[in-house]
């Protein structure tokens, strides 16, 4: 039904603006695309925040991520003040723009550009550009340029990868669009650019966890970070061994709902 009516509308609209001349007809139209883009507001247990939602993708997380994912919110909660927070694949930006609401200093990192758009508009729409630093970039386990796939171009779309359109684990995903991206390890945000180095650390990209861990294990090591929210197959035995070796230990796993990831929390070990 949204998407007949939808259609309709459109249709509607370009009709309207059809007797305009030329450039004033594409103003009309894109002040307007603008204009109708939803803000849609979210409850959050910090009162509501907004999220700017130009697809059906970035929608999900309007209407899911502050639901299902319960974990996450309660973990990011338990950050205390002065700690920070690398959201590694923040996506269209909901707990990044969380955290910031808490004052938590928060890195925000999203290779797709898309994605990147939203992530930029709700930290800035939010009010919490003080808190929260965003960087269309990817992590990996080198440093270097590469190709960045993705399955559409819609802003917050899942199974994306970062080098290869092979590695993304959602298999439902065709990752066939690609742009040019450059990613850096952790470490070199650190150690080379300055990077204050997180205490907690957030990891969601359907497609390269076990690199971006692999090119972060001195930070891992040092001790500074204390805990890892990272989204993995219920099966994976690959990331829990990267993070042991590191020094961290399982703590808690979020809910498992058919056919999905599921959220694990590591904490460093002793």
Known sequence: MSKTYSAFLAGLVKGLAAPMSRWPRYATLARLADAVTPRVPVATPLGPITLYTPGKDALYFARHAFVREPETVEWIDSFQPGDHYWDIGASVGPYAVYAGKRGISTVAFEPNPFSFHCLARNVVENGVGE???????????RDGRGRFYMPS?????????LYDSGLSRLGFARAEIAVDA???TADSLVETYGFPPPRHIKIDVD?????????????????????????IAPDDAEIPALLAEAGFAEARRGQQRENTDVNVIFVRAG
């Open 131 to 141: 808190a929260v630093a965003a960087h269309c970039l990817g992590l990996s386990d």
């Open 182 to 184: 450059f990613a850096l």
């Open 207 to 231: 497609s390269i966890e076990p690199q971006i861990i692999r090119g972060a294990m001195g930070i891992l090591k040092s001790g500074t970070v204390k805990s890892v929210l990272i989204e």
């Open 153 to 161: 171009f819609e802003a917050g779309t899942s199974g994306s990868s």
